[in-house]
């Protein structure tokens, strides 16, 4: 299994970014995939899910409720996060993330590496 994150950057308040999330080593389309974020100085927060299929399912944190929107190609093995609005809070490491236990733990499922958004003036 693998999962290769990028799409990470600097962007103002306000801005706008997409993360990209190519997957590899197992029936992508079979499984519900997340996004999954590491703040500085808090602990991992469960951003956003997408089932498995078609992806008809999609789940928020309320707090990117009406700014994030998660979404999946099956043909390009990709899943994205596009992130609209996005605010000084939003800063941190965005893993995409393959059986997410809960709480997250980085010991359990299956992990990227993690691509940095950094939110600022």
């Known amino acids: 299994v693998q999962l290769v994150e990028s799409g990470g950057d600097f962007v103002q308040p306000g801005g706008s970014l997409r993360l990209s999330c190519v997957a590899s080593g197992f029936p992508f389309h079979s499984y519900s995939l997340s996004w999954v974020r590491q703040v500085p100085g808090k602990g991992l927060e469960w951003v956003s899910s997408?089932?498995?299929?078609?992806?008809?399912?999609?789940e928020y944190v309320k707090a990117v409720q009406g700014r994030f929107t998660i979404s999946r190609d099956n043909a390009k093995k990709t899943v994205y996060l596009q992130m609209n609005s996005l605010k000084p809070e939003d800063t941190g490491v965005y893993y995409c993330?393959?059986?997410?236990?809960?709480?997250?733990?980085?010991?359990?499922?299956?992990w990227g590496r993690g691509t940095q958004v950094t939110v600022s003036l």
């Open positions: 993330v393959r059986s997410l236990t809960w709480p997250p733990e980085k010991t359990k499922g299956y």
């Open positions: 997408v089932s498995s299929g078609t992806g008809e399912t999609k």
